[in-house]
């Protein structure tokens, strides 16, 4: 790792400030190695990051693993049923503990020297370590991590922001769904050679959809109060989509917090569709919840920057997970959930459930490759957005102005330096 002075602090800072508003990111936002470093400490460090389902770690002793820039991280249920997210490194010389992407396992065993952690991260046996060895001193290090309706949520910070204020937002949108008891049908991961937030302005906005995603667009809206924000309480048709949707009991109204790190709302899908499948028709015979009756509820849409955007219908959930890798490179985990119960080859299949999503996926890998790769020309400068159009482009690129700014400076910090 090279050294790091204050001049990329500066720099960024500098840029921000002097940002034109609804134009695009000046270059080294995109490509700049040191830019990206900043990213990871004053957002992904510091932020809550949605990392999986509930339902992946349904039985004490089930695991999954990630890693977010320098930290490796276990999220593990224990035997008490409580879910928890641990470092994983092993407190003698630093090996990662659990090597697979998930798993089922009694205790956590260093493969490197067998040290054994229980659940819980506490040290339970470490082979021939000197008189006055105490383990109960060298458990594995906890992460903070919330479960809501469903989703796990982990924080790196030491002292991490309160998690109430989007559980009071998120929660009675999402309970109905009963995420907590579905399955994940099936799960891709794919790596898009664009930065992280080229990945969220290709998301935030449907400009591009017709030209680009006729799957999508078979059943998806283009319209811009979908994606965006702008005038989205004055759209007749959301209004009547909201009030169909809350005489049936289900939160529906467009919610924001007030930083705009993350919102919900319903939106209905064309012409009556129910689910996102070619012609429209559900792709699971049995619906994701058996507590939502009700036809025509669309799709329930969340994100929450930096990680996470998700679509939930009457018969299945698609969650989608952000992860950086570095400046340039972006890993995106797709999951398909759906009832419990929901048998494969019965009530669904693979290719129907995934077929829209899977092609829309592979289409935005391709446009955040073709965007990337027309930043790093020496001949690129920010360029305006649509404000009918990409309002939500707009809506995202300040809120990581915003929260980018004032962390920049705070406390009047000295840089960080590192060497390696």
């Not at 204050?6 to 270059?27: A, P, V």
């Not at 319209?223 to 004055?234: L, N």
């Not at 955040?368 to 809506?395: D, M, R, W």
Request: negative net charge.
């Amino acid at each position: 790792m090279a050294i790091r002075t204050g001049d990329t602090r500066n720099e960024m800072l500098r840029l921000i400030r002097e940002r034109r508003g609804g134009f695009s990111l000046e270059q080294p936002f995109y490509i700049d190695p040191d830019f990206y470093q900043l990213d990871l400490e004053l957002i992904w460090y510091r932020d809550w990051l949605f990392v999986g389902h509930d339902c992946e770690i349904a039985k004490p002793g089930s695991y999954f693993t990630l890693q977010v820039g320098d930290y490796p991280v276990v999220v593990v249920r224990g035997r008490d049923g409580i879910i928890r997210a641990l470092h994983n490194t092993c407190r003698h010389r630093g090996s990662r503990v659990c090597t697979a992407h998930k798993g089922t396992s009694a205790k956590l065993v260093c493969p490197y020297h067998q040290w054994t952690y229980d659940l819980d991260g506490s040290l339970l046996f470490a082979r021939q370590m000197a008189d006055g060895f105490c383990k109960e001193d060298f458990g594995m290090k906890p992460v903070a991590c919330e479960s809501v309706a469903g989703y796990i949520f982990i924080c790196l910070a030491d002292e991490p922001a309160d998690f109430a204020p989007f559980r009071t937002l998120m929660e009675p949108y999402f309970a109905p769904h009963n995420l907590a008891d579905a399955k994940v049908a099936h799960e891709t991961t794919i790596i898009e050679k664009g930065n992280w937030k080229l990945v969220w302005e290709n998301n935030r906005e449907c400009y591009h959809c017709a030209a680009n995603h006729p799957e999508l667009c078979k059943t998806f809206p283009e319209a811009p109060t979908i994606t965006g924000t702008p005038s989205v309480d004055s759209d007749p048709e959301m209004l009547a989509h909201w009030a169909h949707c809350e005489a049936a009991g289900l939160p529906s109204r467009f919610r924001i917090d007030d930083a705009g790190q993350y919102r919900a709302t319903r939106a209905p899908l064309l012409r009556d569709a129910a689910s996102y499948t070619m012609t429209g028709k559900p792709a699971v015979r049995k619906n994701l919840s058996d507590a939502v009756s009700a036809d025509r509820i669309g799709t329930l849409m969340l994100y929450h920057y930096p990680a996470t955007w998700n679509h939930i219908l009457i018969d299945h959930a698609t969650t989608f997970r952000v992860i950086p890798i570095s400046a340039t490179e972006t890993a995106v985990t797709t999951k398909w959930l759906v009832h419990k119960d929901a048998v494969e080859g019965v009530d669904y299949t693979v290719e129907e459930l995934t077929h829209v999503w899977a092609m829309t996926n592979d289409e935005d890998r391709r446009i955040v490759e073709e965007n990337a790769f027309g930043i790093k020309s020496p001949a690129y400068e920010p360029g305006p957005y649509s404000e009918l159009h990409e309002g939500g482009v707009i809506q995202f690129v300040d809120w990581y102005a915003g929260f980018m700014a004032p962390r920049l400076v705070e406390d009047d910090k000295p840089a960080l330096r590192s060497v390696a």
